[in-house]
């Protein structure tokens, strides 16, 4: 059982674009975005998702403004939560979060098997004590770089995938 997980688009739609094709390619249990959207009209980059039987949800991100339009938007794709959002797929215990600040308390409450984040815009895999993902940034505005990961919940690992 796979995640898909993005964060940090920034409005890049191009980018968008190409990063919700590469997650469409891999057969998904479920995609998370870890916050920064930017506007309601990336909604549609993720639409075609509840057709494929892909499952979606989010964080708001700290430059997530227009909180209304963004739930209102992506109401039919799924639900983008405040500060966290909590699941169990395959057996596995995740949070997604949007800023670094709480990681390594979550990681350290022995509650999680998975841990992801965004924000920093830099890619985070580690192991230690649990696996925590920043998935870097599809937005590509700060790095120059646009990536996404694919997380591997049968042996808790993660791959970077750049677009």
């Known amino acids: 059982m796979k995640l898909g997980v993005i964060s940090d688009s920034h409005d ?3 980018k968008l674009e190409a990063g919700v094709s590469v997650l469409c390619a891999h057969d998904l249990a479920m995609v998370v975005h870890a916050g920064d959207f930017i506007a309601p009209f990336t909604a549609r980059y993720f639409a075609s ?3 494929l039987g892909i499952p979606f949800a989010g964080v708001f991100g700290n430059n997530d ?10 109401e039919p794709i799924g ?4 500060d966290k959002f909590e ?14 600040l709480l990681v390594e308390p979550l990681a350290r409450s022995g509650d999680y098997d998975l841990v992801v ?7 985070d ?3 230690d004590p649990c696996l925590i993902v920043n998935p870097g940034e599809a937005g590509g505005w700060t790095t120059g ?11 808790l690992s993660a791959t970077i995938e750049e677009f």
């Not at 699941?87 to 670094?100: A, D, F, N, T």
């Not at 770089?145 to 042996?155: C, E, F, G, N, Q």
């Open 65 to 74: 403004g227009e909180k209304f339009g963004l739930r209102k938007m992506y």
């Open 117 to 123: 984040y965004g924000h920093t815009h830099r890619i």
């Open 87 to 100: 699941v169990e797929l395959g057996g596995r215990r995740i949070i997604v979060v949007h800023k670094e």
């Open 79 to 82: 639900p983008i939560h405040e």
């Open 145 to 155: 770089k646009s990536t996404l990961a694919i997380v591997d919940l049968a042996d």
């Open 12 to 14: 890049n739609l191009h």
């Open 49 to 51: 998702l509840p057709d």
């Open 125 to 127: 895999v580690r192991t």
